[in-house]
């Protein structure tokens, strides 16, 4: 059974840094893996989808890698910036006849004016 | 952009009733999902929807729920008979032909069992 950890599960920054976000998974047969943000009390966006032949996407101040071999993504978000404070989330799209997500419980980014 | 619409955006029922949640998947979408997040906890995945029939469902989508696209456009949740730990937000999805698609979510309809 699919499942994903987010490190770290709150975060506190100041305006303006980098950062990176961590997601892994126990079963690397994936089709895809979503980065989702969540604002409280709100539905998921996407922000990045990277399939399992991909090594990263980028979306403007947003980077995310695969590494499907060792279970592992990243999301790097560049010049941080208070509109950024959200969960973020990561879900894994896995093979074998699975439809559904399997998601990570977040990691809850504070971006400090 | 097109979006996935979900309708109520709360609901409190009392425990025992019945509930129906209702969802409007992006036009030309061919699968659909139901997630639910219970407050605090994963998103988890409830059940997906494609060619008019249920293609997967998870442990949690029991004999109290069931689906159904009634017409061509809407994808329904309803639950039988309320437990106070139904009591979350349910989230309708969707995604079009292949694997690789973004799945698109709503903005969650939340559900307080009383």
């Known amino acids: 059974k699919q499942e994903v950890t987010q490190i770290p599960a709150a975060l506190s920054v100041p305006e303006g840094e980098n950062l990176v976000l961590n997601c892994s998974f126990t079963d690397s047969a994936i089709y895809n893996l979503q980065w ?3 604002d409280p009390g709100k539905g998921l966006t996407s922000l990045l989808l990277i399939q399992s032949s991909q090594r990263e996407q980028t979306s403007g ?3 995310a890698s695969l590494d499907k071999s060792s279970g592992r993504s990243t999301l790097y978000i560049a010049a941080s910036q208070p509109g950024d404070s959200a969960t973020y989330l990561c879900a894994v799209h896995s093979g074998g006849g699975a439809d559904g997500l399997t998601f990570g419980k977040g990691t809850h980014l504070i971006i400090q004016p | 952009e ?13 425990m025992g009733q019945e509930v129906i949640l209702r969802c409007v998947p992006i ?4 699968y659909f999902y139901w997630y639910r997040q219970i407050l605090g906890q ?9 060619n008019n029939e249920i293609s997967e469902k998870s442990e949690i989508f029991d004999d109290q729920f069931s689906v159904e696209r009634p017409d061509g456009s809407n994808f329904t ?4 008979s309320t437990k106070l730990e139904d009591s979350a937000m349910y989230f309708c999805a969707s995604r079009g032909f292949t694997a690789g698609n973004t799945i698109y979510f709503g903005e969650g309809s939340w559900l307080t069992v009383v």
Not at chain 2, 7 to 12: E, G, K, L, M, R
């Open chain 1, 36 to 38: 989702f943000r969540q």
């Open chain 2, 42 to 50: 994963k998103v988890e995945f409830l059940v997906s929807f494609y």
């Open chain 2, 27 to 30: 036009s030309n979408h061919l």
């Open chain 2, 77 to 80: 949740l309803k639950i039988r």
């Open chain 2, 2 to 14: 097109p979006e996935v619409t979900q309708t109520p955006s709360h609901q409190v029922t009392q």
């Open chain 1, 61 to 63: 101040r947003l980077n």
